[in-house]
């Protein structure tokens, strides 16, 4: 396509890489055009309207250039600017760290209600299983200021990344990181034990957009022949590591709530209400908790 954006106003350049990845069929492209411009000029939406008719440089037009064809080719834009929002705090990611997802959110919103309702003095204990960027187990840190967490991973890249972000976000000294399958090397008792864990069945994987198939890591997203594996393995050991009282969180893939209730259940655990529904009205956040003997 070569350097398409020489010479071009803010405005037209806009506009004419909006074009192109409309024409690309990437499906939000105003969207991911003004974000594109913005992170290559440093500017926010108001700042790209003030400076709309001020032409961008040769060094920026390059860059530009360079990002719409990496967009094009398939690579999401929170890939190639290496950082996501997620709970309105930004997460660096590294190439072993799953894109946090809005619908993630979910579970963070379900976990501040189900802490609102607890009455116990001391600040929650939190356990996050399979915790990539560190995106659930350090919203939930931001928003309770007297909270302790431990997030594990088998990717000790995806655990840097986390233990990175944890730094970040000022949560650094409350935040800690273990190398482990699931809760395995963890021993608890926790207050809130959080997981996304993977969940697309395998035989599924090739038929995702190539922004997840391509650019997410697999050992984020594959759950396994029926979806299932994982939630297998870490319900049992949530179950064994939650103090009386506490509350397992995880995360659901479409269609997939029903039967993670029915293994909490098998792990002597007790719903006491229904999953929460993320934006799409998808049963997304399953909760159970820990009676107490
Ligand atoms: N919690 C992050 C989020 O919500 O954005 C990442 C979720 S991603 C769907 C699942 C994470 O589980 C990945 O970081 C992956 O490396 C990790 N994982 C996969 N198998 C695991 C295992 N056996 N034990 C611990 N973590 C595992
Ligand atoms: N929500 C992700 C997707 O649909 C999958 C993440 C997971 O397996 N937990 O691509």
Redesign the pocket.
């Known amino acids: 396509m070569g350097n398409s954006f020489s010479g071009q106003s803010i405005e037209s350049a806009r506009r004419a890489l909006a074009a192109q990845l409309r024409s690309a069929h990437v499906e939000e492209a105003e969207l991911d055009a003004r974000i594109l411009l913005g992170a290559v000029l440093g500017l926010d939406l108001t700042g790209l309207i003030a400076q709309a008719a001020r032409p961008l440089t040769e060094a920026e037009a390059s860059r530009l250039t360079q990002h719409a064809q990496r967009r094009i080719a398939g690579e999401p834009v929170a890939r190639i600017l290496g950082t996501r929002e997620f709970w309105g705090l930004p997460f660096r990611l590294s190439e072993a760290?799953?894109v946090?997802r809005p619908d993630?959110e979910t579970v963070v919103e379900l976990a501040l209600e189900i802490l609102r309702e607890r009455k116990a003095a001391q600040p929650p204990r939190i356990a996050?299983?399979?915790?990539?960027?560190g995106?659930?187990l350090l919203a939930l840190l931001h928003e309770i200021p007297d909270a302790f967490g431990i997030g594990?991973?088998?990717?000790l890249t995806?655990l840097n990344t986390a233990r990175d972000n944890a730094a970040a976000l000022g949560l650094g000294g409350r935040a800690a990181f273990v190398a482990c399958?699931?809760a395995s090397a963890l021993r608890g008792p926790f207050d809130l034990i959080v997981s996304?864990?993977?969940y697309i069945p395998s035989a599924e994987i090739p038929t995702l957009s190539v922004e997840v198939r391509e650019h997410d890591?697999h050992?984020?997203?594959d759950g396994g022949n029926d979806g299932y594996d994982?939630y297998r393995a870490l319900i049992p050991q949530a179950s064994e590591r939650l103090a009386p009282g506490g509350a397992l969180i995880v995360e659901a893939g479409q269609g997939q709530a029903r039967n993670i209730e029915t293994l909490m259940a098998a792990a002597a655990l007790t719903m006491d209400r229904p999953p929460k529904a993320d934006l799409a009205g998808i049963p997304r956040a399953v909760s159970a908790r820990k009676m107490p003997p």
């Open positions: 760290t799953l946090p993630t996050d299983i399979g915790t990539g960027s995106a659930i594990t991973d088998v990717s995806a399958s699931y996304n864990p993977p890591p050992l984020a997203l994982a």
